[in-house]
């Protein structure tokens, strides 16, 4: 599975956005770009995917370069239940759903 | 959303002895299940990978002695850490993938820690 780089930490203050860059420059046609946050002491939950197109839902956006091979994780309005590690991962439809973590970014929410 | 548990979420256990964790997917029928360790301060690494009736998977490095894992049915799978020693200790997270998994139905237990005396 293609590699993927993140920044280690970054900080935000509560009720403004947060854009999470992920890079993923060997990136392949078929690779999803998945992100999933890790709160204190928890398993991960899933937050979003996409393959190509922008992706909205409840919890976050996902915007996608249009080469692919970058991909930012939008939070609208951090609070402070939002500090967690959030993780950026590829994985492709044939995968078994072996789920390969990097070292993600440690978001700080500040008050 | 789809639920998957563990159990226990705490377990102390002396050196030597083994201990058993259990990942449960509860509303839904998992074809597939995976055992991570997680160290303080670190990611999450993969363990193995356990399919329903079938011999896990281990990664490379992962003493399949050491960590015996039992995927009986399509909703249950367990982690024996069988001799534990204190470098054992770690927070032990199963996942689980869905039957009809469409690309994001992988589901996270909510994690076990081990703390070996």
């Known amino acids: 599975d293609a590699k993927t780089t993140q920044p280690n930490s970054m900080e935000s203050n509560e009720e403004e956005p947060v854009h999470l860059p992920c890079n993923h420059s060997?990136?392949?046609?078929?690779?999803?770009i998945h992100w999933y946050r890790q709160l204190p002491s928890q398993g991960p939950e899933y937050v979003i995917h996409g393959l190509t197109s922008n992706v909205n839902n409840r919890m976050a956006s996902l915007a996608i370069a249009e080469d692919r091979k970058s991909s930012t994780l939008i939070l609208h309005r951090a609070t402070l239940r939002d500090a967690a590690v959030y993780y950026c991962i590829l994985r492709r439809p044939s995968n078994t759903g072996k789920l390969i973590f990097g070292q993600g970014t440690t978001l700080q929410v500040k008050p | 959303g789809a639920v998957v548990s563990q159990h226990p979420s705490r377990v102390i256990c002396k050196s030597g002895t083994s201990v058993k964790i259990e990942c449960r997917s509860l509303d839904f029928q998992a074809t597939t299940m995976f055992w991570y360790r997680q160290f303080p301060k670190q990611s999450l690494m993969l363990m193995a990978t356990?399919?329903?009736?079938?011999?896990?998977?281990?990664e490379q490095g992962v003493e399949k002695d050491k960590f015996l894992i039992n995927h009986a049915s399509l909703t249950l799978s367990t982690l024996t850490v069988t001799s534990a020693h204190p470098e054992d200790s770690s927070f032990y997270i199963c996942s689980a993938r869905g039957l009809h998994d469409s690309g994001n139905t992988i589901y996270f237990g909510e994690g076990s820690w081990l703390t070996v005396v």
């Open positions: 356990s399919n329903e009736g079938s011999k896990a998977t281990y």
């Open positions: 060997t990136i392949s046609g078929t690779d999803y």
